[in-house]
């Protein structure tokens, strides 16, 4: 059999989650990390030195401009989303590009735009459509109706800084909220028609860390949830959901670890997975997902409108906390 020449990604943005990404890539079969590149080169280097043959730069253009990178990862800070995926985009390298997509909706939308002229996939890094548990809890409830959820993280892990300033992040909760939006729209199949919310600034930071919002979907369905980063330990923070219909439901807890299952009245099993670290919840899926959508050059989902609808929505739950009045979610006609 023919052998497969292996796929060479560089990951551009080597701190917090590039490290995660140059990870489970290395981990997956026929792709191997060939640079890691930082705007601080000793970052860079420590990151690239885990890798066999891996090099490592400061230079994103020169990445974009090298025929032997085939595929990058951007994991730098959201407001240097735009200029990098562009480029990418137009040097024609199919990309991973972590969430949220952009810091605004219209840097979202002349990403995808360059995207699609350029005919390059992108995939988001909405990890956690690949987690074992959300897919059993999928496999469970193919489409939910009715969902509940709590993605409370604890605010000590945050540890960059720039994840405060809204002009470098898009907004403290956003910068998350956008990745429980994702799941909600995998959940329900549907896009969000309308929201409510209310916001709490728990931890006295001069801005909401706390959201509680209520979305109607344009299917029916229907979500309540809470989110922020709201708790200073592990210990109090809380990633858990349920997806139900009127005769089945899937309840994922235990930071992604655990699902339990239930219909026709009666607890039909628990599974419980083996995840030692709840941040690497779906990186492994992720990372085949990025490899087979690179190789072959084909778009696959969560793909760059799904990283603008996620975002259209945050703005409109963040525009009914301020307003006390229900949103219309306008997604916008181009995607
Ligand atoms: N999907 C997830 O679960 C998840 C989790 C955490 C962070 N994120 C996202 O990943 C991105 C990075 O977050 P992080 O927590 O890893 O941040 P981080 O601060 O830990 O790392 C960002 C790195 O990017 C580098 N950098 C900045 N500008 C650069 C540029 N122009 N070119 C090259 N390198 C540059 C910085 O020096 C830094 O080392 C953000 O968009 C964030 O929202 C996603």
Wanted: aromatic residues 6%; hydrophobic residues 40%.
């Amino acid at each position: 059999m023919a052998r497969v020449s292996a796929l060479r990604v560089a990951i551009i943005g080597c701190g917090f989650q590039g490290g995660y990404h140059a990870q489970a890539l290395s981990n997956t079969r026929d792709v191997r990390v060939t640079v890691c590149c930082d705007a601080d080169l000793s970052v860079a280097t420590q990151l690239a030195d885990q890798f066999d043959g891996c090099d490592a730069t400061s230079d994103w253009e020169a990445i974009m401009s090298d025929p032997a990178v085939d595929a990058v990862v951007i994991a730098t800070p959201t407001h240097t989303h735009t200029n990098l995926a562009i480029a990418a985009a137009r040097a024609n390298k199919p990309m991973l590009l972590e969430k949220p997509m952009a810091t605004t909706v219209d840097d979202c939308l002349r990403i995808e735009a360059a995207a699609r002229a350029a005919g390059v996939p992108i995939l988001m890094g909405f990890k956690f459509r690949f987690a074992p548990a959300v897919l059993r809890a999928k496999q469970a409830v193919p489409v939910g109706r009715v969902l509940s959820g709590h993605t409370l993280y604890d605010s000590a892990q945050i540890t960059s800084s720039w994840v405060s300033n809204p002009h470098m992040s898009g907004g403290r909760v956003t910068s998350s909220l956008v990745h429980t939006v994702d799941l909600l729209r995998f959940l329900t199949e549907s896009d969000p028609a309308r929201v409510s919310a209310e916001a709490s600034d728990l931890l006295g930071t001069g801005e909401p860390t706390t959201i509680a919002a209520t979305i109607q979907f344009e299917n029916g369905a229907i979500a309540s949830i809470l989110h922020g980063t709201s708790t200073r330990s592990p210990l109090l923070s809380a990633w858990s959901f349920t997806t139900s219909t009127s005769d089945a439901s899937a309840t994922v807890f235990d930071h992604c670890r655990q699902v339990a299952v239930r219909a026709n009245g009666q607890d039909q099993a628990t599974f419980v997975d083996d995840v030692e670290d709840p941040f690497a919840a779906g990186m492994e899926g992720l990372a085949q997902a990025f490899a087979d959508s690179a190789r072959s050059s084909t778009a696959h989902s969560p793909h760059g409108r799904d990283g603008v609808i996620s975002l259209v929505t945050c703005r409109a739950i963040e525009k009914a906390a301020g307003s006390g009045k229900t949103q219309k979610v306008e997604i916008p006609s181009q995607v």
